[in-house]
């Protein structure tokens, strides 16, 4: 029989749903936990942290772990972990003697079910036999995008309906999505990237140049990403003076639309499109978009430029990882872990400085958004430094068989 591998990507789709859900949904109840329980704001801060140093630390260990205990093994128990962590954060801060405490632990289960499916759901679909695989990677990065979508606006929705208070409710709802999932991933077809099923060891991969600047490369599409996904919002409070939801809606929410859009047309129409000068494009609107925010005296065109960022960050993370894999085919378990730990690391330093360089200047968010521009700048030269070596590597190949 057939193996169906339709089943695996809706599995993969939904995980990265999930972890949309796992990173989005806990700061939407920031200011809820502060007057709830009497959290300062500093302590609360805590919460993304952890959660980012996390996956940063699941990103590490899935390199190791993850080929000796097994795909769909490491698989169902992401998805048990974000299910289990998200009904433990309607649970346990009330359990507990220290709310923060109970929060604080629920965010470190559903953060190792996000790092999980953070590292294999690329691997897993690179591993299907599907044709055009840039395409489908782009597409399956799409679904993390839509996902971040629903949850701002559907989490938006419910609060008006059934009032803030009724938060826990929507914490178990969400869980939903990972507990269905379980049984996607229990019985589709999983395949492993690497022929032998092993791949690469570190040491290896770390021997090879086109490896480290894959990981220049990741580490500058996660600052590019995420400096700007999250000081949009308080880039439209500041600029036009919205309020924190419409700010929460202008910004962050309409720059996820734009970089799932991105990655949409590129998983439609990838076969047609040549990756690296797709991938250079949008470097280059990037940089524009940073330099619009940064320098524009209209308030409304520097808006403008962070939503339209999203668009040109959107392939940078998807189309890193098909690059490497397509060149390094046993690069296996670790070369993905490895990926996605450049891109948190990026995701993580990235918005800490410009939010650095921001309150140095007086607070002011444009001269932190001009620093931003050396995430595009660096990681368009990466780009030519790649094709430098792609095109040196091809002569090199030609005078041989000559």
């Known amino acids: 029989m057939s193996k169906n591998y ?66 769909r093994n490491c698989a169902v128990a992401s998805e048990l972990c974000s299910a289990m962590g998200l009904i433990g954060l309607a649970f346990l801060p009330d359990l507990l003697p220290h709310p923060l405490t109970g929060i604080i632990l629920s965010v ?20 299907c036999p599907f044709d055009h695989k840039e395409a489908a990677m782009s597409l399956l990065h799409s679904f993390y995008c839509w996902g971040s979508v629903g949850v701002i ?15 826990k409710w929507l914490a178990c709802i969400w869980a ?7 049984y996607n991933f229990a019985t589709c077809p999983i395949e492993h990237p690497a ?19 894959s ?8 600052a590019s990403e995420l400096s700007m996904a999250q000081w949009a919002s308080a880039y439209a409070e500041s600029a036009l003076g919205l ?8 910004g962050p929410c309409l720059f996820a639309v734009t970089m799932g859009i991105s990655r949409v047309i590129f998983g439609k129409y990838g076969d047609r499109l040549d990756l690296m000068k797709y991938m250079t494009g949008s470097g280059c609107l990037c940089l524009l978009c940073y330099i619009s925010a940064s320098l524009s005296s209209n308030p409304v065109l520097g808006l403008v430029g962070c939503i339209l960022c ?47 360089i921001t309150q140095n200047a007086g607070n002011d968010l444009r001269k932190g958004m001009m620093v931003g521009c050396l995430f595009p700048l660096v990681l368009i030269l990466s780009l030519f430094m790649l094709k430098i070596t792609r095109n040196g590597k091809d002569m090199q190949n030609k005078s041989s068989s000559a």
């Open 6 to 71: 339709k089943k695996t990507l809706t599995a993969c789709y939904l995980g990265f749903i999930t972890q949309a859900i796992a990173a989005n949904f806990a700061p939407l109840l920031f200011l809820k936990f502060h007057q709830d329980y009497q959290i300062p704001l500093g302590k609360i801060a805590l919460i993304s942290t952890v959660f980012f140093l996390t996956q940063l630390i699941v990103d590490i260990l899935c390199s190791y772990f993850a080929d000796r205990i097994g795909y």
């Open 108 to 127: 470190v289960v559903y953060a190792v079910g996000s790092g999980l499916i953070e590292v294999l759901g690329s691997p897993i679909v690179e591993a």
């Open 153 to 167: 606006l559907l989490s938006t929705v419910f609060f008006a309906v059934f009032g803030i208070g009724s938060w």
């Open 176 to 182: 939903a999505i990972p507990l269905y999932n379980i």
């Open 195 to 213: 022929a032998d099923g092993k791949g690469m060891k570190i040491s290896r991969l770390l021997r090879v140049p086109l490896f480290w600047i």
């Open 215 to 222: 990981l220049i490369l990741m580490v500058c599409a996660g």
């Open 243 to 250: 309020s924190k939801a419409m700010g929460d809606l202008t």
């Open 310 to 356: 999203g668009f040109s960050v959107g392939i940078m993370w998807p189309g890193t990882i098909s690059i490497c894999s397509g060149r390094l085919p046993g690069g296996g378990t670790a070369m993905f872990a490895l990926l996605a730990m450049a891109g948190d690391l990026g995701g993580a330093f990235g918005p800490g400085l410009v939010g650095a």
